[in-house]
């Protein structure tokens, strides 16, 4: 089935259910440029591709419809929409929004137990930022930032969150070299080392640095 086949750069994340991870499938072959703008995306060739029934590929693109990448024609399919850079700087910009409020939630909730598991996030994506490991640094960095999302223990951020993360996290797949990693960590430990400190001031400028590099 989907999860053994070759079609995949990465092991699927925990709790994702097989719609999601074709979902995530497919966008990232449109950010990739393998399905353009206008395209049909035909059903039965993702199933073929993926080794799986066309349902959960049916269920796949309802989920992008709803995230606005792919719409439904009339006597078409499904055609994937327009989807600019201009649009990822904007979901960009709307996480960074989303990060500093829950550095500002988690306010007065840091206890040295707390500090200790965040300085560990810091310090696993650092040693795979060192070993060029692009992929699993993005995966260190998203754990970080959701154990910020944990302790802040806002449902309303913390669901925000995952819907701009996985446009933004399959563009990273995508488009980041170790080049764009090492400036991103650059700014990423100042951001740490601020909200350790609990200068939320620092935290919520070094946040906007840091995510502003994951788009250049």
Known sequence: MFKE???LSEKPEFGESLPQQIAKHILKKILQGDLKAGEKIVEEEISKELNTSRAPVREA????????I?????????IVKSFTRKEIVEYNDVMIGIIQ?????????????????LSL???????????GKVIDYQLKAEQLFKYILFLADNKALARFYEEANHILKVFAQVQWSVATMEKFHSKLKPFVEAVLKEDMAAARQAIYETLKHGVE
Do not use: I
């Open 5 to 7: 086949t070759s079609s």
């Open 101 to 117: 409020m829950t550095v500002e939630f988690s306010r007065g909730k840091w206890q040295p137990d707390n500090k200790k598991q």
């Open 61 to 68: 693109l309802y989920l992008l419809q709803v995230d606005g």
């Open 70 to 78: 792919v719409e439904r024609k009339p006597r078409r399919g499904t």
């Open 121 to 131: 996030y810091l310090e696993k994506a650092t040693l795979d930022c060192e070993q």
